[in-house]
């Protein structure tokens, strides 16, 4: 069993170590102040310094002598806190024991109210230890157990935290909107509470997982609310807390004047040593960030200054760890001295994390140990050091294992991996990244449960663990005399493709409740090919999987620049109306992608009488219209079917049925709240109407009331929305208008999961007035994510909003294409989109339709049969 990476990226990320849990010496404190024990009041204050290891000793002769005066009580508080000393030190076997001491002592006690008062307790701090051994939802019931004792004597700020901690167990569980209405429920009691430092504590936890989940506006909100409260107290320890809290969440903001000014606030109030050097060393990292070298040298002085005051403790340790890290991670900051040397050399920066090593073996905490020997075969890497490097990270590694800690594992295993690499020792290092990524999918839910709240960036720590693999795996061996590669590594690639696909839409969603499960291409369709893409550091690699037939690898020697910079070019040219007018100047970039992609097998897909191409991409492809690439003569969607797949494992294989379409068309035809009109929306309404089966929710009808009453007491095979809508790269900006209000990603998918009658899922999602949002190269992650998250086989949506007459048309004629039993949904979409662009050529209707502007911005996405 390991700690969750939600503690040790918390740690990594300077969050407090004592004052932030929500499980704590203090509950106790609360719990029983009457009680004056000096041992425990001395196990205490070194439980508070971090010193854990030194407060073993002094509860244990506690322990003793209560047990000698048959005061079970008090020897359940001691061994609750035993329990939580071990749990800080990651000895999970040691606290587990302590707690089944404290349940076994509890059937003792008479006094109810003194049961109730303890047990809770107890569980808080069992709950925690579930949930930092990977066991969320036995977390989560012991915390409901927690619960109804707080309730019982009505301790509903002991109530409060509870809650709380089960939303860190929700999260971890991917149940996000039940987090949400958690924190609803923690909200509305934290009102009626009277203002104490227990609430400011408890409104704080709560601002930093509002924080967590995304919710940056209402996390500002508490956290203020929090801070008032302490200042009015003036509680000077808990508002330099606060103050760092607000620093934080200002960071996700990018708002780094904000954060930094509350950084400096918290490190000028604050009492407390431990909570000045926490706020210095998060300034410290904004400064590295905003490569403000000068103010970071002035930072690193005052650190280091601090540092040697400290005594000994898991404080001191982690904070001499980030302050390597943020040295590591940029050394340019330097000082010259009289010599004109830099003062904070490697050999300065292994200083402090040798320190760190031997303060960490001092207190016997295996976990620092590892953690500091981790960072420290870090700097060896950067220096190329290659030999000293290896063999810390082999030493760092064997430590993380001897005590489970599969969260730091992965990233040994990667740091392992790079090292490998670099020594060209190939197949050692593709089993280091292979071991990597394994681990990461056993830390899918606490991963992504940890991700915004302590600025979990997906590009830097997960991404390039699968991209650099995938390298691996696709370069040629030495030996080889030919750029063949294996059909082995072949077929790991492509998983790994897949592993990242589904990783970045977790990433997305911040849970991990996508249900993936692998799909042969053989099962789904004989007359389709798959193209898996991903940008390497000096290619682009395709991996094609046509059925029956051994999988195809090509690639194309560009960097990443140059593909983002064609992609770019291509929309440009493609959305801004000056520079549609010259169609020769699109052509070019879309010839190029075309090339990239198509023409190195085309003839293979002749061959292979391929009818429908499936793209699995990645990076700043996912951004264009592929039916609109073109080879010089034609576009790709006059030549075959085009779909878009997040993945072949979240692909639900079925065909649609062909019987009547049961569709709820929904939209809006005027302008509202400052969204443009689109007056043709009723017509394409209309046409769906004639074509189907369809109950129509139009203007004031379409609100988010009804629109949910309507999808959830109903059962429709396609529903239709026509109205403004934006996809980004962030989940809570991915919105669909609705007349009164809006819909997000997740509100959409409870509506269809919660439906009475809707037993099976919807065939098809049709979004036909939405855009991708300007300026976010991966809002199309936002499109792909609202097709796997509402739970439709299929999505219909337009990358960019075009002329709502040209809608309407291409809405009709893809009904039309649909009710033909003999062609897939990605043939109808295709026929539909052709039929515009020729009537268009043919002056059957506005010519200007002809440009794949106006007809290729539709996009398919999911199951394409």
Same mark, same amino acid.
């Given at each position: 069993?390991?700690?969750?990476?939600?503690?040790?990226?918390?740690?990594?990320?300077?969050?407090?170590?004592?004052?932030?849990?929500?499980?704590?010496?203090?509950?106790?404190?609360?719990?029983?102040?009457?009680?004056?024990?000096?041992?425990?009041?001395?196990?205490?204050?070194?439980?508070?310094?971090?010193?854990?290891?030194?407060?073993?000793?002094?509860?244990?002769?506690?322990?003793?002598?209560?047990?000698?005066?048959?005061?079970?009580?008090?020897?359940?508080?001691?061994?609750?806190?035993?329990?939580?000393?071990?749990?800080?030190?990651?000895?999970?076997?040691?606290?587990?024991?302590?707690?089944?001491?404290?349940?076994?002592?509890?059937?003792?006690?008479?006094?109810?109210?003194?049961?109730?008062?303890?047990?809770?307790?107890?569980?808080?701090?069992?709950?925690?230890?579930?949930?930092?051994?990977?066991?969320?939802?036995?977390?989560?019931?012991?915390?409901?157990?927690?619960?109804?004792?707080?309730?019982?004597?009505?301790?509903?700020?002991?109530?409060?935290?509870?809650?709380?901690?089960?939303?860190?167990?929700?999260?971890?569980?991917?149940?996000?909107?039940?987090?949400?209405?958690?924190?609803?429920?923690?909200?509305?009691?934290?009102?009626?509470?009277?203002?104490?430092?227990?609430? /400011?504590?408890?409104?704080?936890?709560?601002?930093?997982?509002? !924080?967590?989940?995304?919710?940056?506006?209402?996390?500002?909100?508490?956290?203020?609310?929090?801070?008032?409260?302490?200042?009015?107290?003036?509680?000077?320890?808990?508002?330099?807390?606060?103050?760092?809290?607000?620093?934080?969440?200002?960071?996700?903001?990018?708002?780094?004047?904000?954060?930094?000014?509350?950084?400096?606030?918290?490190?000028?109030?604050?009492?407390?040593?431990?909570?000045?050097?926490?706020?210095?060393?998060?300034?410290?990292?904004?400064?590295?960030?905003?490569?403000?070298?000068?103010?970071?040298?002035?930072?690193?002085?005052?650190?280091?200054?601090?540092?040697?005051?400290?005594?000994?403790?898991?404080?001191?340790?982690?904070?001499?760890?980030?302050?390597?890290?943020?040295?590591?991670?940029?050394?340019?900051?330097?000082?010259?001295?009289?010599?004109?040397?830099?003062?904070?050399?490697?050999?300065?920066?292994?200083?402090?994390?040798?320190?760190?090593?031997?303060?960490?073996?001092?207190?016997?905490?295996?976990?620092?140990?590892?953690?500091?020997?981790?960072?420290?075969?870090?700097?060896?890497?950067?220096?190329?050091?290659?030999?000293?490097?290896?063999?810390?990270?082999?030493?760092?590694?064997?430590?993380?294992?001897?005590?489970?800690?599969?969260?730091?594992?992965?990233?040994?295993?990667?740091?392992?991996?790079?090292?490998?690499?670099?020594?060209?020792?190939?197949?050692?290092?593709?089993?280091?990244?292979?071991?990597?990524?394994?681990?990461?999918?056993?830390?899918?839910?606490?991963?992504?449960?940890?991700?915004?709240?302590?600025?979990?960036?997906?590009?830097?720590?997960?991404?390039?663990?699968?991209?650099?693999?995938?390298?691996?795996?696709?370069?040629?061996?030495?030996?080889?005399?030919?750029?063949?590669?294996?059909?082995?590594?072949?077929?790991? /690639?492509?998983?790994?493709?897949?592993?990242?696909?589904?990783?970045?839409?977790?990433?997305?969603?911040?849970?991990?409740?996508?249900?993936?499960?692998?799909?042969?291409?053989?099962?789904?369709?004989?007359?389709?090919?798959?193209?898996?893409?991903?940008?390497?550091?000096? !290619?682009?690699?395709?991996?094609?999987?046509?059925?029956?037939?051994?999988?195809?690898?090509?690639?194309?020697?560009?960097?990443?620049?140059?593909?983002?910079?064609?992609?770019?070019?291509?929309?440009?040219?493609?959305?801004?109306?000056?520079?549609?007018?010259?169609?020769?100047?699109?052509?070019?970039?879309?010839?190029?992608?075309?090339?990239?992609?198509?023409?190195?097998?085309?003839?293979?897909?002749?061959?292979?009488?391929?009818?429908?191409?499936?793209?699995?991409?990645?990076?700043?492809?996912?951004?264009?219209?592929?039916?609109?690439?073109?080879?010089?003569?034609?576009?790709?969607?006059?030549?075959?079917?085009?779909?878009?797949?997040?993945?072949?494992?979240?692909?639900?294989?079925?065909?649609?049925?062909?019987?009547?379409?049961?569709?709820?068309?929904?939209?809006?035809?005027?302008?509202?709240?400052?969204?443009?009109?689109?007056?043709?929306?009723?017509?394409?309404?209309?046409?769906?109407?004639?074509?189907?089966?369809?109950?129509?929710?139009?203007?004031?009808?379409?609100?988010?009331?009804?629109?949910?009453?309507?999808?959830?007491?109903?059962?429709?095979?396609?529903?239709?929305?026509?109205?403004?809508?934006?996809?980004?790269?962030?989940?809570?900006?991915?919105?669909?208008?609705?007349?009164?209000?809006?819909?997000?990603?997740?509100?959409?998918?409870?509506?269809?999961?919660?439906?009475?009658?809707?037993?099976?899922?919807?065939?098809?999602?049709?979004?036909?007035?939405?855009?991708?949002?300007?300026?976010?190269?991966?809002?199309?992650?936002?499109?792909?994510?609202?097709?796997?998250?509402?739970?439709?086989?299929?999505?219909?949506?337009?990358?960019?909003?075009?002329?709502?007459?040209?809608?309407?048309?291409?809405?009709?004629?893809?009904?039309?294409?649909?009710?033909?039993?003999?062609?897939?949904?990605?043939?109808?979409?295709?026929?539909?989109?052709?039929?515009?662009?020729?009537?268009?050529?043919?002056?059957?209707?506005?010519?200007?339709?002809?440009?794949?502007?106006?007809?290729?911005?539709?996009?398919?996405?999911?199951?394409?049969?």
């Amino acid at each position: 069993m390991g700690i969750s990476i939600k503690q040790v990226q918390a740690i990594e990320f300077h969050n407090n170590l004592v004052k932030k849990n929500e499980i704590s010496w203090d509950v106790l404190t609360q719990v029983s102040t009457f009680l004056e024990s000096t041992l425990e009041e001395k196990a205490q204050h070194f439980f508070q310094k971090g010193n854990f290891s030194a407060s073993i000793p002094l509860l244990e002769a506690a322990i003793k002598s209560y047990a000698n005066k048959d005061d079970d009580y008090s020897q359940i508080r001691a061994l609750r806190n035993l329990s939580l000393v071990y749990l800080k030190l990651g000895k999970w076997e040691n606290s587990e024991a302590e707690i089944n001491r404290c349940l076994n002592l509890i059937t003792k006690i008479s006094n109810h109210h003194k049961i109730a008062q303890i047990t809770a307790s107890v569980l808080d701090v069992k709950g925690q230890l579930l949930l930092s051994t990977g066991q969320s939802e036995a977390a989560l019931n012991i915390w409901k157990k927690a619960s109804e004792n707080y309730q019982k004597i009505k301790d509903y700020l002991g109530l409060t935290r509870s809650y709380i901690n089960q939303v860190q167990a929700l999260q971890a569980l991917g149940l996000y909107s039940q987090a949400r209405k958690q924190l609803e429920t923690v909200s509305q009691n934290l009102q009626y509470q009277p203002d104490t430092i227990i609430k /400011a504590k408890a409104l704080q936890s709560l601002g930093d997982v509002l !924080r967590g989940i995304g919710k940056i506006k209402q996390s500002i909100e508490v956290l203020e609310l929090s801070l008032t409260i302490a200042e009015n107290l003036k509680a000077s320890e808990e508002i330099g807390i606060i103050l760092i809290s607000l620093g934080n969440t200002y960071t996700l903001l990018e708002n780094y004047e904000a954060a930094n000014s509350f950084y400096q606030q918290a490190i000028d109030k604050s009492p407390v040593a431990e909570i000045k050097i926490q706020a210095m060393l998060n300034l410290l990292n904004l400064f590295v960030e905003k490569d403000k070298y000068v103010s970071a040298i002035k930072s690193v002085k005052n650190i280091d200054s601090l540092l040697n005051q400290l005594p000994i403790s898991q404080t001191s340790i982690y904070a001499r760890i980030n302050l390597a890290q943020s040295l590591i991670k940029s050394q340019k900051i330097v000082l010259a001295n009289s010599n004109n040397e830099p003062l904070y050399s490697t050999a300065k920066i292994a200083d402090y994390l040798v320190k760190a090593v031997q303060q960490a073996r001092n207190l016997g905490d295996t976990r620092a140990e590892s953690y500091a020997l981790g960072n420290l075969g870090k700097l060896y890497e950067y220096n190329q050091q290659w030999q000293e490097a290896k063999q810390l990270t082999e030493k760092a590694l064997n430590l993380a294992q001897s005590i489970n800690a599969v969260d730091i594992i992965y990233k040994l295993k990667w740091q392992l991996g790079r090292i490998l690499t670099a020594n060209k020792n190939k197949e050692e290092a593709i089993l280091a990244y292979s071991q990597a990524i394994e681990n990461i999918q056993d830390l899918r839910g606490d991963i992504i449960a940890a991700s915004s709240e302590l600025k979990f960036d997906f590009l830097d720590t997960l991404e390039p663990i699968y991209r650099e693999l995938v390298e691996l795996l696709l370069e040629p061996s030495e030996s080889d005399q030919q750029t063949i590669i294996s059909q082995k590594n072949l077929i790991k /690639a492509r998983k790994v493709i897949e592993g990242l696909q589904l990783a970045e839409l977790d990433n997305f969603f911040r849970n991990s409740c996508l249900d993936a499960q692998p799909v042969e291409i053989d099962n789904l369709d004989k007359n389709a090919a798959i193209f898996y893409t991903i940008v390497l550091s000096d !290619r682009l690699a395709v991996i094609l999987a046509i059925p029956g037939q051994p999988l195809v690898h090509y690639a194309t020697k560009i960097s990443k620049e140059e593909v983002d910079l064609t992609v770019e070019t291509l929309l440009n040219f493609l959305t801004i109306p000056k520079e549609r007018i010259f169609p020769k100047k699109y052509w070019q970039p879309a010839e190029k992608i075309y090339n990239w992609l198509i023409n190195p097998i085309e003839k293979k897909l002749e061959v292979n009488e391929i009818k429908t191409l499936v793209f699995i991409l990645e990076g700043s492809l996912r951004n264009i219209p592929l039916a609109s690439l073109y080879d010089g003569e034609k576009y790709l969607g006059q030549k075959y079917n085009v779909a878009i797949a997040p993945g072949l494992e979240l692909i639900d294989p079925k065909p649609l049925t062909r019987q009547k379409l049961e569709v709820l068309a929904m939209g809006i035809t005027e302008s509202i709240r400052g969204w443009p009109a689109l007056p043709n929306v009723r017509k394409e309404l209309e046409d769906i109407q004639n074509q189907t089966s369809s109950e129509i929710l139009l203007n004031e009808s379409f609100t988010k009331e009804e629109t949910n009453n309507e999808v959830v007491n109903n059962a429709y095979q396609v529903i239709h929305i026509a109205t403004h809508g934006e996809f980004s790269s962030n989940a809570e900006d991915t919105f669909i208008l609705t007349w009164d209000d809006e819909i997000d990603v997740e509100e959409l998918r409870n509506m269809i999961k919660s439906g009475t009658q809707q037993t099976r899922p919807i065939e098809l999602l049709v979004l036909s007035a939405c855009r991708t949002a300007t300026g976010d190269n991966r809002a199309t992650l936002g499109l792909a994510g609202i097709s796997v998250r509402a739970g439709a086989r299929s999505t219909i949506a337009s990358l960019w909003y075009v002329s709502d007459e040209a809608t309407a048309m291409l809405m009709k004629n893809f009904y039309q294409q649909l009710a033909n039993p003999e062609i897939t949904k990605a043939e109808a979409l295709r026929r539909a989109q052709q039929q515009i662009f020729q009537d268009a050529q043919a002056g059957v209707i506005n010519p200007e339709y002809k440009h794949p502007y106006f007809w290729s911005t539709f996009i398919l996405v999911g199951n394409w049969l």
